[in-house]
């Protein structure tokens, strides 16, 4: 069955918090354009995150653009739960145009244009929106016998909770907030071992999303005006101590090894020849862009990257890319800092489509 080809001004990859926040903005602008979602939901990622987590700003502070994210009844920080509700109501509340589920398979140059090609369909866009973020690209380090263990491993991405893992003996990897927010819980019901490559750097109790997000920003205009760069959020710390994480702390459940060198069928072994088995490892060790549907453009770099002059790829400016962290914008893997970078980009868009871009 051939599909038809539809034509819009723009054509906005990925349906998350970032997809949105393009898409608010963008009918303001009267453009034509579509957010296209592969997932069969609204929320995004939200809809896949542990059972547990929370965010580490209020609601009053974790807002897309144009409506605050109501509080979540008896709790100061809302959850991962009350996030998806909030970003459904949000598409409803603004009448966005989201398609879903389309699953985009490639995007490649056409004259004066960029196609947009899915599963379901295909659509000419004069600009294209990348927001796919990096759930979608989980990262395991590719350690000697990683293939011969026979315990459990699961990413980040898989991990849903403690219950499961009751009883038994579970390693931790990963020195972020994912993998001491696990940790956490896990060591109220398992035998856990923590393994980081550096020591774990708690940020100051007192510091939450709210101080993070006007640290980077703060850091990102210094570098943009030339002036002296004050400290950024990684020159602080790594882990926000969110209430959960400073409780496991208190009791001791937070000391960290240092990462072990291979594996073998029952465990772990470290460079001094100490040896730990283990029923399973949860690896809390970060993701990578979701950019595989960029391929055809040829754009990437060694990093697994796409160069950018603010938003806008360097190499193809019909490209845009929102959310998937700094070097896309300040704190633009947030929700607040999702709709800065959307109001820029979307701003820089709608210029180029009046002078006839």
């Not at 145009?97 to 000419?124: F, I, K, Q, Y």
């Not at 931790?172 to 071992?193: C, F, K, M, P």
């Not at 000391?255 to 283990?278: I, N």
Request: charged share 25%.
């Amino acid at each position: 069955m051939q599909h038809r080809e539809h034509t819009v001004d723009v054509a906005v990859v990925g349906g998350g918090q970032a997809g949105l926040a393009a898409g608010y903005f963008l009918r303001r602008t009267g453009a034509e354009f579509v957010i296209l979602d592969d997932r069969t939901e609204p929320g995004g990622a939200w809809n896949e995150y542990w059972d547990s987590l929370r965010l580490f700003s209020p609601a009053g502070h974790s807002m897309l653009p144009g409506w605050w994210m109501p509080e979540e009844e008896g709790q100061a920080y809302p959850s991962a739960r009350h996030v998806t509700w909030y970003l459904g109501e949000y598409e409803r509340r603004y009448g966005l145009p989201v398609h879903r589920p389309v699953h985009v398979e490639g995007v490649e140059r056409v004259r004066g244009a960029l196609r947009v090609n899915a599963r379901e369909g295909s659509w000419r866009a004069r600009y294209v929106i990348s927001a796919t973020g990096t759930w979608r690209a989980p990262r395991v380090p590719d350690l000697p016998g990683r293939d011969l263990y026979r315990g459990r491993q699961l990413h980040t991405v898989d991990y849903r909770a403690p219950e499961e893992f009751a009883g038994q003996r579970v390693v931790v990897v990963g020195g972020g907030n994912s993998a001491a927010q696990i940790l956490a819980e896990l060591s109220r019901v398992a035998r856990t071992t923590w393994a980081t490559l550096r020591p774990p750097r708690f940020l100051p109790d007192e510091v939450d999303g709210r101080a993070l997000f006007a640290i980077a920003t703060r850091h990102q205009n210094a570098a943009r005006d030339g002036g002296p760069l004050p400290p950024g959020v990684g020159d602080l710390g790594d882990i926000v101590v969110v209430p959960p994480v400073r409780e496991a702390r208190e009791r001791g459940a937070l000391k960290a090894e240092p990462m072990f060198d291979r594996l073998t069928p029952t465990g772990v072994v470290w460079s001094d020849g100490s040896s730990l088995d283990c029923d399973a490892i949860v690896w809390c060790t970060g993701f990578a862009p979701a950019l595989d549907h960029l391929a055809p453009l040829g754009l990437t770099d060694g990093r697994g990257r796409i160069p950018v002059e603010g938003t806008r790829a360097a190499a193809e400016p019909r490209l845009f890319l929102l959310g998937y962290g700094d070097w896309t914008g300040p704190a633009s893997a947030t929700l607040i800092g999702a709709g800065r970078t959307a109001k820029t980009t979307v701003a820089r868009i709608s210029d180029s489509l009046a002078a006839g871009g």
